[in-house]
């Protein structure tokens, strides 16, 4: 067979791969804050158990890339799509970390109840995943234009984040369990608002694929 088209065929699997990651790190987040929401602690453990599954989906996606570089010579433009492809899956992995993150101060918080019921938080969960679903049809589609939105995405994130910390700091007093709680969900919307930032550097990976050229969504 045709070396080009088995490297196609193999790009073509690695765009599968980093989708079902993608896939399993977008329903990490959504069960994480899920799981915040409810103070569902067995969720919780479920998401931080299941964090190994996408260290290694990384790992195999790296073993593909590198087998792909040493095995069919490609080109420039096939080299910033493997760059892209290994960039993504570091992106993914770290996204992962972050849900783990906000499971564990689930598990701390277990046994209390929320000061309050949460709203903005969940609200920017779902901004975020948009963004990672967009940054990730980008990646497979080589659409440019669908990359070059997440800056205008991130920026409704970055303004929610503000609104968020702004009220968080407001409900702080003098009682040291309070502000405990509001301590931890402080970290949680840090969290998020690093998962979007994520999202800009694989729609930046993208762009860079596509064209060659640098360009910065995260301004």
């Keep these: 067979m045709d ?8 790009v073509d699997e690695l765009k599968k791969a980093l989708l079902r990651m993608g896939g399993l790190v977008e329903e990490s987040i959504s069960k994480a804050v899920e799981s ?6 067995g969720l919780a453990r479920d998401i931080v158990a299941k964090d190994d599954i ?3 989906m990384m790992l195999g996606v790296e073993e593909s890339c590198l087998r792909l570089i040493a095995l069919q010579q490609p080109m420039a433009s096939d080299l910033r799509l493997i760059g892209t492809a290994l960039k993504i899956a570091t992106d993914l992995e770290r996204i992962g970390d ?6 564990k101060i ?19 969960a779902l901004l975020v995943k948009n963004m ?3 940054s990730l049809l980008a990646f497979t589609e080589g659409d440019i234009h669908r990359a070059a939105a997440l ?10 984040y503000s609104i968020l910390m702004t009220e968080i700091i407001g409900l702080m007093s003098q009682d040291l369990i309070r502000n405990r709680q509001l ?3 402080m970290f949680v919307a840090h969290y998020l608002e690093r998962v979007a930032d994520h999202a800009t550097n694989i729609g930046e990976g993208v762009i860079y694929m596509v064209t060659g050229k640098r360009k910065d969504l995260n301004i």
């Design 106 to 124: 689930t598990i701390r918080l277990s046994g209390e109840e929320l000061i309050k019921p949460l709203e903005d938080i969940p609200r920017m």
């Design 132 to 134: 990672l679903h967009e």
């Design 36 to 41: 915040l929401s409810t103070l569902d602690e």
């Design 151 to 160: 800056a205008e995405k991130d920026d409704e994130v970055d303004k929610l």
């Design 183 to 185: 301590s931890h969900l």
């Design 54 to 56: 996408i260290d290694e």
């Design 98 to 103: 972050h849900a783990v993150d906000i499971g």
């Design 3 to 10: 070396t080009r088209i088995i490297f196609h065929q193999s």
